[in-house]
T-cell receptor, first 113, second 115 residues
Framework: GDSVTQMEGPVTLSEEAFLTINCTYTATGYPSLFWYVQYPGEGLQLLLKATKADDKGSNKGFEATYRKETTSFHLEKGSVQVSDSAVYFC????????????FGRGTSLIVHP | DTEVTQTPKHLVMGMTNKKSLKCEQH?????MYWYKQKAKKPPELMFV???????INESVPSRFSPECPNSSLLNLHLHALQPEDSALYLC??????????????FGSGTQLSVL
């Protein structure tokens, strides 16, 4: 079945540091890929998405590129802020006709001033 | 209106109580979901409603009973819960029932504690 593997957290950074959160997937067919973010006490919200190979999703300074050859969708940001502290979930959907997303375990990001 | 609204935000209940969680969206979305999320874990799918009909039940115990009275409203009725059912319950919606490229819109959740 489909699966998403994320790096284990927490990831702890100082403000303005470079961020990478790794995400790899296993799927049949051609899934759509997503990054969701969950701030404390809130639900998940979409950060960015990519629907086909080599697409780059971007939002609020975050970027991720759909790499079919390495089955990866790593999240990056050039300069993190304290307000980016949250849990980040990689997800896929769309294989086998299913529109139900498969989520990774989530990676907690803590940014210190 | 681009929100999914969940009420209540917090709920404490005993194991013999009956309570209900409510979820509303007025975006015209045709698929609505219930998820359960334990601390430091990803959301786990419980139920999916597609065009107001239950399309997926992920083998959820019968003490959880979903209801979709109309296209904007989704309820989760709770009865005789166990302490291990304590979790954040998230509602989500999707513009299209079969839209693989569409994002999910999540509510802020109901934090449930079962004593």
């Amino acid at each position: 079945g489909d699966s998403v593997t994320q790096m284990e957290g927490p990831v702890t950074l100082s403000e303005e540091a470079f961020l990478t959160i790794n995400c790899t997937y296993t799927a049949t067919g051609y899934p759509s890929l997503f990054w969701y973010v969950q701030y404390p006490g809130e639900g998940l919200q979409l950060l960015l998405k990519a629907t086909k190979a080599d697409d780059k999703g971007s939002n609020k300074g975050f970027e991720a590129t759909y790499r079919k050859e390495t089955t990866s969708f790593h999240l990056e940001k050039g300069s993190v802020q304290v307000s980016d502290s949250a849990v980040y979930f990689c997800a896929l959907s769309g294989t086998g006709g299913s529109y139900i997303p498969t989520f990774g375990r989530g990676t907690s990001l803590i940014v210190h001033p | 209106d681009t929100e999914v609204t969940q009420t209540p935000k917090h709920l404490v209940m005993g194991m013999t109580n009956k309570k209900s969680l409510k979820c509303e969206q007025h975006m015209g979305h045709r698929a609505m979901y219930w998820y359960k999320q334990k601390a430091k874990k990803p959301p786990e799918l419980m139920f999916v409603y597609s065009y107001e009909k239950l399309s997926i039940n992920e083998s959820v115990p019968s003490r959880f009973s979903p209801e979709c009275p109309n296209s904007s409203l989704l309820n989760l009725h709770l009865h005789a819960l166990q302490p291990e059912d304590s979790a954040l319950y998230l509602c989500a919606s999707n513009p299209k029932a079969g839209g693989q490229n569409e994002k999910l819109f999540f509510g802020s959740g109901t934090q449930l504690s079962v004593l």
